[in-house]
C-alpha cells in the first residue's frame, strides 16, 4: 500500500524557514517522481514543486517559489523534501507530497487528479 507521510510544518514568522519531509512506504519511490502540492484556505489545491525519480531534475511551479524552495530527494531514506526559505504569509497552506506511476515532472500546471497518492499533508502557517 502506498503511503506518504509527510511532517515538518508548523507556525513560522515571514522571512522564516521550514523544511518538510515526505516519507514514502510500501512502494518503491525510486521508480516514481514525487510532487508537493499546496491548499490554502478557501483554495484549489495547486502544484508546487515536482523532483524526477533520479532526483536529477527538479521543477517550480510559480517563480516566486522556485527562488526560495528547494526540493530534493534521499533515496536511501525514501524521503522528498521541501526547502521552504523566506516564507511569505501567502505561503501559509496544508502542504501534500503525492505520486502516481508513470506521471513525470513537467513544465506547467499539475492537477491534483492526475496522482491517486497522497499524503495527509503537514500545515503550514507563515505569521507574525
Known amino acids: 500500500q502506498v503511503q506518504f507521510v509527510e511532517s515538518g510544518g508548523g507556525l513560522v514568522q515571514p522571512g522564516g524557514s521550514l523544511r518538510l519531509s515526505c516519507v514514502a512506504s510500501?512502494?518503491?519511490?525510486?521508480?516514481?517522481?514525487i510532487v508537493w502540492f499546496r491548499q490554502a484556505p478557501g483554495k484549489e489545491r495547486e502544484g508546487v514543486s515536482c523532483?524526477?525519480?533520479?532526483?536529477?531534475?527538479?521543477?517550480y511551479v510559480d517563480s516566486s517559489v522556485k527562488d526560495r524552495f528547494t526540493i530534493s530527494r534521499d533515496k536511501s531514506k525514501s524521503t522528498v523534501y521541501l526547502q521552504m526559505n523566506s516564507l511569505k504569509p501567502e505561503d501559509t497552506a496544508v502542504y501534500y507530497c503525492?505520486?502516481?506511476?508513470?506521471?513525470?515532472?513537467?513544465?506547467?500546471?499539475?492537477?491534483?487528479?492526475?496522482?491517486?497518492?497522497w499524503g495527509q499533508g503537514t500545515q503550514v502557517t507563515v505569521s507574525s
Open positions: 503525492a505520486t502516481d506511476w508513470g506521471v513525470e515532472c513537467r513544465i506547467g500546471t499539475y492537477y491534483p487528479a492526475d496522482y491517486t497518492s
Open positions: 523532483i524526477s525519480s533520479s532526483g536529477s531534475s527538479t521543477y
Open positions: 510500501g512502494f518503491t519511490s525510486d521508480y516514481y517522481a
